[in-house]
């Protein structure tokens, strides 16, 4: 936060002393909401880049997404699809042409324009041969992408995808152009309201206002922001109290939150997420390939046991591998509910009367590792008896777990919303396969009508919730937690972010 202007050898020892007067008399904290236009963001995990283009971990988004980089389409605070770098679209009647109008006068950070020719760049990176996007199979239903002008673009489909317009707000469709592609991944380029300063490696990643910001509709009024990485929540939560952070948007401790109460200055607000707290199966492993077991380990779980013991209680409970927030959500919770005794005939009829033994492998993050403890004392109590291996998260459980599905159990909190689809993924490391299942996803994306569609998701979590391919749990919160003067943060995240364009300090 530097002073902008020339300044002669007077004003620069006035403006010195007033610096250092101002240091002594107030606290760090207190003197970045003084200045009105600086913001510092706690995060417990560092992203491993800063591209979500080229690979999944949530926390890359959460630093760029909205903030660097920018969508044809996005999704707002409440899930809703809105335009973006696309001003307009239309759909033909069979649903398989998308022609879009560009916005006129958008320019990356490095001063390219953006355009159809850039558009189609982007897309076709995502959906190429060599595409390393983690949802590269969002774009497998584009047979082409035409650019009749500079401001006209043209998706030809294969066949129908109905959610094709909120995938093109995702993370990892934002824009990018060919000469900073290559180096997204260390330094961001993109056409958003803030650009990539600089990245401290295990310290954290700075901003700076784009002064050229092509929307005018919202002044930005943050001149910098900073995200700092503390993974201990207790250094989370004194950082907070003294003011060394603005705000700690996902709070990584939820049995803290009640020592935020009698603090006026720190504001704590509990939003919805999309993340489910799930303990995948390996499907073709046995006993996990038996229907009936997967079933027995569902009914040994009590879930408000699970989130008060995980979670301070914070969390909804499901049923299903969908959130209460979702379109078309049914609560299913009552499948197969709580049963010591009815999960031990299950085991018994499946071939294991005196249970099984196998081995959990679970992130070191602390709702998995207190999650896992607690399904352990469950499970022991129909005879079942599980290990407990801590997996270090995100690389070994991704090569481990998500790449090799080499695991019997795992748990995991997915992030993506109305990612019910993973169950029809093939590979994926459930090992699941149900071609009904996979019947009723297709057929989301032949319609566009929102009835059928929720209609169809109610079908397909009926199928899960019944045939248990994972251990469904519950819902994690948004626990935020920031300066009471610090407004435009999201309370709920129906996408995992930190959207900064509407972040301001209170007057």
């Known amino acids: 936060m530097g002073a902008v202007g020339v300044w002669g050898p007077v004003s620069r020892r006035v403006l010195m002393a007033l610096t250092v007067a101002a240091a002594c008399s107030i606290t ?11 913001v510092t963001i706690g995060m417990p995990i560092e992203p491993a880049g800063l591209d979500p283009t080229i690979a999944a971990p949530v926390a890359i988004g959460q630093v760029t997404w909205q903030n660097v980089f920018e969508g044809l389409t996005t999704v707002d605070k409440a899930g809703q699809v809105q335009p973006q770098l696309a001003e307009s679209w239309q759909i033909s009647p069979d649903g398989k042409t998308y022609t879009f109008k560009l916005r006129k006068g958008v320019t990356f950070h490095n001063g390219v324009a953006f355009d159809s020719s850039v558009a189609k760049f982007a897309i076709d990176r995502a959906r190429g041969a060599d ?20 401001a006209t673009l043209v998706l030809k489909l294969k066949q129908p995808a109905g959610s094709l317009l909120y995938w093109l ?33 295990g310290t954290k990643v700075e901003l700076v206002r784009n002064g050229d910001y092509w929307n005018h509709a919202t002044p930005i009024k943050l001149e910098t922001a900073s995200f700092r990485f503390i993974a201990e929540a207790q250094a989370q939560a004194a950082a ?26 720190i504001a704590t607000v509990i939003g919805n997420t999309e993340l489910k707290v799930v303990a995948g199966m390996n499907n073709t492993r046995k006993p996990f390939s038996d229907k009936r077991v997967r079933q027995a380990l569902m009914m040994a ?9 995980a979670w301070s209680g914070f969390g909804t409970p499901i049923g299903s591998h969908y ?7 049914k609560d299913l919770t009552g499948v197969h509910p709580y049963d010591a005794a009815k999960a031990k005939t299950l085991l018994a009829e499946a071939g294991y009367p005196n249970g099984f033994s196998f081995t959990m492998k679970a992130p070191q993050m602390a709702y998995a590792q207190r999650t896992s403890q607690i399904l352990q004392a469950m499970f022991a109590e129909i005879g079942v008896t599980m290990t407990i291996e801590t997996t270090e998260f995100p690389a070994k459980w991704v090569a481990d777990v998500l790449k090799a599905a080499d695991y019997d159990m795992t748990i995991v909190a997915h992030a993506e919303p109305m990612d019910i689809d993973i169950y029809a993924r093939d590979p994926y490391y459930f090992n699941y396969k149900n071609p009904a299942i996979n019947e009723v996803l297709a057929k989301v994306q032949a319609t566009s009508d929102p009835a059928e569609q929720d209609k169809l998701y109610g079908e397909a979590q009926t199928m899960l919730a019944d045939d248990v391919p994972a251990l469904f749990l519950f819902v994690m919160p948004k626990l935020g937690v920031w300066n009471a003067k610090l407004k435009g943060l999201w309370e709920n995240e129906p996408i995992p972010s930190n959207v900064l364009a509407e972040v301001h300090w209170e007057e």
């Not at 779980?301 to 013991?309: E, K, L, Q, S, Y």
């Not at 959130?323 to 959500?329: A, C, I, L, Q």
């Open 240 to 265: 907070l109290k003294a003011g060394d952070v603005d705000a700690v948007p996902e709070f990584a401790a939820p049995e803290l939150i009640d020592s935020f109460k009698d603090d006026k200055k």
């Open 28 to 38: 760090a904290g207190s003197a970045l909401a003084a200045s009105k236009t600086s």
């Open 323 to 329: 959130t209460p927030n979702d379109r078309g959500y």
């Open 169 to 201: 707000g995702w993370p990892a469709s934002v824009m990018v152009e060919p000469k900073s592609a290559a180096d997204n991944k260390t330094v961001p380029v993109g056409t958003g309201p803030f650009k990539f300063v600089s990245w401290a490696k």
């Open 301 to 309: 779980v009590d879930r408000a046991t699970v989130i008060d013991g």
């Open 131 to 150: 595409s390393v996007n983690p949802q590269k199979r969002y774009f497998a239903s584009i047979d082409s992408v035409e650019t009749p002008d500079a």
